[in-house]
């Protein structure tokens, strides 16, 4: 199974297009999160309720059923049985990604982690964004008074009425370490699956998400003698990937940390098709990617 979550196009490219007032969320740093509840009748005999938790991939997420119950609530007081969500644990996107991509159980030093989940949209209402954010607030608030007060809350929402007002909401945010904004027009409508002008990632830097299809091995730069090293020497650690985008542009990033790509060495195909983040200067005339530099793995985002 896969996901079908609408994705936000580039401030920059496409902020010609809006109109205002706008919505503006702030953008945190969590892993982007599907979620739906499944309810069944077979014979006129009811099937136990299910939840299922799937990343904007569209791979299942770990760890996730003692959270089925937020949902299992905001269900049955809504009826709404899918939510684009972002989960964040401990404000930390690390302990986040630990969490969700830990397939043998979860890791001893989440056991007593702090968690949430953001609200970002539902992708079954066919109404206006306007008109969603009343519905998403009462999801909100059936999840908070039935299941745990403050489980399911929606980013902190501003108005915007011109371009000056998100730029300076953006560089107040960056000042609070907070990632970035969502800039969304008030009547755009879910589409699951698009990439949409109505909804623009506003970031600190140009950066682009892919999956990796290579690993290549590091190589000694220049002659080290006090470590017996020349040039061209194979280091024993991955030092660039490929990725490929989703458009089907491609890029090869490197600066991988060191303990981070011999494991990669020792493990390609556990990184082989999983998605990761880089950033980059510009696009160039060939419409590839100027000086691209590793960021993180990660699932794919807004």
């Keep these: ?36 509840v499944f309810r069944e009748l077979k014979s006129f005999i009811p099937v136990p ?10 791979k299942p997420l770990h760890n996730m059923d003692e959270f089925a119950g937020v949902f299992l609530e905001a269900n049955r007081i809504t009826g709404y049985a899918e939510f684009d969500c972002g989960f964040e644990v401990n404000s930390s996107f690390n302990d986040t990604y630990r969490w969700v991509r830990s397939s043998r159980g979860l890791p001893a030093d989440l056991k007593r982690a702090t968690w949430k989940f953001w609200l970002f949209d539902l992708p079954e209402s066919g109404s206006p964004y306007k008109a969603r954010r009343g519905e998403m ?58 990439r949409i002008d109505g909804w623009l990632k506003y970031k600190p830097e140009e ?67 999983e998605w990761c983040e880089f950033k980059f200067m510009q696009r160039d005339r060939q419409d590839g990617y100027r000086h691209p530099v590793f960021k993180r793995l990660r699932e794919a985002t807004q």
Aim: aromatic content about 8%; charged content about 20%.
């Design 207 to 273: 950066t682009e998400d892919g999956v990796i299809t290579a690993l290549h091995e590091a190589v000694c730069g220049t002659d080290q003698p006090a470590l017996g090293l020349s040039a061209g020497d194979p280091l024993g650690r991955i030092g660039s990937v490929t990725v490929q985008m989703p458009d089907g542009s491609t890029a090869t990033p490197h600066g991988i940390a060191h303990d981070l790509g011999t494991e990669m060495f020792l493990n390609p195909q556990a990184y082989l098709d």
């Design 137 to 194: 607030a009462t999801v909100c608030n059936a999840a908070s008074d039935w299941y745990l007060p403050g489980c399911l809350v929606m980013p902190e929402h501003h108005v915007c009425y011109t371009e000056q007002q998100v730029d300076d909401l953006f560089l107040s945010v960056i000042e609070r370490g907070i990632e970035g904004l969502m800039v969304k027009t008030y009547e755009h409508k879910y589409q699951p699956g698009k």
């Design 1 to 36: 199974m896969g996901t079908s979550l609408m994705k936000g196009k580039v401030w920059k490219d496409h902020k010609h297009k809006l109109t205002y007032p706008v919505g503006v969320d702030l953008k945190y740093d969590e892993v982007r999160c599907h979620v739906k």
């Design 49 to 58: 309720a299910r939840v299922e938790f799937w990343s904007y991939a569209g």
